[in-house]
């Protein structure tokens, strides 16, 4: 049995089994949650969109000043040989930079610290249980927590700062909900734990444009949607507008399409997932498997 088959890492140069892969106790991407970070789906043996996500992760980089050795070559090898070395087909792979450990210790200097890459996988993640979404997910609207303010944490460089969604998660589960959509302090949708959100009326499919991630499967939806015909809009998204919608459905790299049935009381399509939902999360599987869009993956065996 292949010993990396629960997980894999890239560290220094090394892969190693997950379960051996540490960062310092110091380390500013522990101690202050400063990481940018990305993760690409593994569909049957490839990356889908990997350019794409290299892209996004290589912005973050830069938008957070962080300095690494590796660069887009090399972080695109390491993620090729941690999922080689894994040998899994459908995967979740991440690529991390952290702050780091500071030359001097107590330093309140961020350029005092060593900054890092790092990488690892696992089998493939579902942020939303398919069992779950068979019926469609529900949504709680987070009530005593807002998004944390782009102009406070800029979300289009993926991060670690997930205070305002565990908080909200807490919120969501102790009322009975699979997941949390956060508004802003307008009033207006922006997004969840992982996940993009989406309202469709008629034949617009509309996504929060601020305070979001630019989200690759976001990307991906909205390029499904103008393949089928429909109209797309990004710009703000008024939670009663939201709630007013035909239907919505979330996106994610850890899952594809989300069909939501039930946002707070409100529900959707008599309980069952929408067309537009439905039609969009086969699509999505069936572009991971276009030529153009994967980077396959040679294993071992």
């Given at each position: 049995?292949?010993?990396?088959?629960?997980?894999?890492?890239?560290?220094?140069?090394?892969v190693?089994?997950?379960?051996?892969?540490?960062?310092?106790?110091?380390?500013?991407?522990?101690?202050h949650?400063?990481?940018?970070?990305d993760?690409?789906?593994?569909?049957?043996?490839?990356?889908?969109?990997?350019?794409?996500?290299?892209d996004?992760?290589?912005a973050?980089?830069?938008?957070?000043?962080y300095?690494?050795?590796?660069?887009?070559?090399?972080?695109r090898a390491?993620?090729?040989?941690?999922v080689?070395?894994?040998?899994?087909?459908?995967?979740?792979?991440?690529?991390?930079?952290?702050?780091?450990?500071?030359?001097?210790?107590?330093?309140r200097?961020?350029?005092?610290?060593v900054?890092?890459?790092?990488s690892?996988?696992v089998?493939?993640?579902?942020?939303?249980?398919p069992?779950?979404?068979?019926?469609?997910?529900?949504?709680?609207?987070g009530?005593?927590?807002?998004?944390i303010?782009?102009?406070?944490?800029?979300?289009?460089?993926?991060n670690?700062?997930?205070?305002?969604?565990?908080?909200?998660l807490?919120?969501?589960?102790?009322?009975?909900?699979?997941t949390?959509?956060?508004?802003?302090?307008?009033g207006?949708?922006?997004?969840g734990?992982?996940?993009?959100?989406?309202?469709?009326?008629?034949?617009?499919?509309?996504?929060?444009?601020?305070?979001?991630?630019?989200g690759?499967?976001?990307?991906?939806?909205l390029?499904?949607?103008?393949?089928?015909?429909?109209?797309?809009?990004?710009?703000?998204l008024?939670?009663?507008?939201?709630?007013e919608?035909?239907?919505?459905?979330?996106?994610?790299?850890g899952?594809?399409?989300?069909p939501?049935?039930?946002?707070?009381?409100?529900?959707?399509?008599?309980?069952?997932?929408?067309?537009v939902?439905?039609?969009?999360n086969a699509?999505?599987?069936?572009?991971?498997?276009r030529?153009d869009?994967?980077?396959?993956?040679?294993?071992?065996?």
């Amino acid at each position: 049995m292949n010993a990396l088959a629960a997980g894999a890492a890239w560290m220094q140069g090394e892969v190693i089994p997950i379960s051996e892969a540490r960062i310092g106790v110091t380390d500013w991407g522990l101690t202050h949650s400063d990481i940018v970070y990305d993760v690409v789906p593994v569909v049957a043996g490839a990356f889908f969109r990997l350019d794409d996500y290299l892209d996004r992760f290589l912005a973050s980089i830069a938008a957070g000043r962080y300095q690494v050795p590796e660069g887009r070559d090399e972080i695109r090898a390491a993620l090729a040989a941690i999922v080689a070395a894994s040998g899994l087909r459908d995967a979740y792979c991440a690529m991390v930079v952290a702050r780091g450990t500071p030359r001097v210790p107590g330093t309140r200097d961020p350029r005092d610290c060593v900054n890092h890459f790092y990488s690892w996988v696992v089998p493939y993640v579902h942020v939303i249980r398919p069992e779950v979404l068979e019926a469609g997910a529900s949504v709680w609207i987070g009530k005593a927590v807002r998004r944390i303010p782009r102009d406070s944490v800029d979300p289009r460089a993926k991060n670690y700062h997930w205070g305002d969604f565990t908080a909200g998660l807490f919120e969501a589960k102790d009322a009975g909900f699979e997941t949390v959509l956060l508004c802003d302090h307008a009033g207006n949708v922006t997004e969840g734990p992982g996940f993009n959100a989406f309202a469709v009326k008629g034949d617009t499919v509309v996504t929060p444009d601020l305070g979001v991630l630019q989200g690759i499967t976001r990307r991906t939806a909205l390029e499904m949607a103008r393949a089928i015909g429909l109209k797309t809009e990004e710009r703000a998204l008024p939670l009663e507008e939201f709630l007013e919608a035909d239907e919505v459905f979330l996106s994610s790299s850890g899952g594809g399409v989300l069909p939501v049935t039930r946002v707070d009381d409100r529900l959707f399509g008599n309980g069952r997932p929408g067309p537009v939902a439905d039609r969009l999360n086969a699509l999505y599987w069936d572009w991971t498997r276009r030529p153009d869009l994967r980077t396959e993956v040679t294993y071992a065996d």
